[in-house]
C-alpha cells in the first residue's frame, strides 16, 4: 500500500505500490500532443484518483501535468490530466516525489486503474 498511510482514511480510491514509467509534461506548454521534450518519470504508487511520481525535477506545488503511462493489463497508453498536489525530495534517493490528483481522465482508463491497483493491493503485505 501507499507509504503514506496516516492520509488513506481520507481517500476515495485505493492505491498500490508500482514501478511504472510515466512521460509527463507541463500543461503550460505550447501544444498538447506530447513533444520531443516530454520528460520521464517513475510512478510509484498509483489510484483511481492520482498517482506519485518520482522525477528528476523539482516541481512546483499546482503544476498541471500531461501525463502518458501505460498499465500491465492494457494493450494502449492511457492519457491523462493532473496537478501537483504534494511535493518532497528524498536525499537519500536524490529524487523529487510528486502527489498528483488526476483532474482529467478518461473514465473507461480510471475504471482499468482501479481494477489493476485492486488486484496489485492484494499481492502487497499491508504496512
Given at each position: 500500500m501507499s507509504t503514506d498511510g496516516d492520509y488513506a482514511h481520507l481517500r476515495k480510491f485505493v492505491r498500490a505500490e508500482v514501478q511504472l514509467p510515466v512521460r509527463y509534461r507541463r500543461e503550460d506548454a505550447s501544444t498538447s500532443a506530447m513533444p520531443s521534450d516530454a520528460k520521464t518519470s517513475e510512478?510509484?504508487?498509483?489510484?483511481?484518483?492520482?498517482?506519485?511520481?518520482a522525477t528528476d525535477e523539482d516541481l512546483p506545488l499546482g503544476t498541471v501535468l500531461l501525463l502518458r503511462f501505460r498499465i500491465p493489463t492494457s494493450d494502449r497508453e492511457m492519457v491523462?490530466?493532473?496537478?501537483?498536489?504534494?511535493?518532497?525530495?528524498?536525499?537519500?534517493?536524490q529524487r523529487f516525489f510528486h502527489g498528483i490528483a488526476f483532474t482529467q481522465i478518461d473514465p473507461a482508463d480510471q475504471a482499468a486503474i482501479v481494477r489493476y491497483v485492486e488486484e496489485r493491493a492484494k499481492e502487497q503485505p499491508a504496512l
Open positions: 510512478a510509484i504508487d498509483l489510484g483511481g484518483g492520482g498517482v506519485r511520481l491523462m490530466r493532473g496537478r501537483i498536489v504534494l511535493s518532497f525530495y528524498k536525499a537519500n534517493e
